[in-house]
Structures are given as C-alpha cells and as structure tokens.
C-alpha cells in the first residue's frame, strides 16, 4: 500500500510514488452540465 498525499482546493487531489519512483496525480473534478439528469457527476484524472 502507497502512502498518499492529499491536497485540497477546488477539486481534491491525490498523489503518491510507486518503489520504482514514478509520481501519480489523481484528481476528482465535479462535472456541472447543467442538467437534471447530471448532478454529482464527476469526472476522475490521472
């Protein structure tokens, strides 16, 4: 298991290291269409 490290602003962010030293970002962003149908959608980014 990664520690990870949490960054708070608009959009919550994740990022950790893998052993072999490669650096991940995750975000969680909210998608406002505007629609009925569509309210807490949100979208996920590496």
Do not use: C, W
Not at 26 to 44: E, P, T
Request: charged share 20%; net charge negative.
């Amino acid at each position: 298991m990664y520690e990870y490290i949490l960054k708070e602003g608009v959009d919550p962010l994740f990022s950790f290291t893998t052993k072999h030293g490669l650096n991940y970002f995750i975000a969680f962003r909210k998608m406002d269409f505007g629609n009925a149908y569509f309210q807490n959608l949100y979208s996920v980014d590496f």
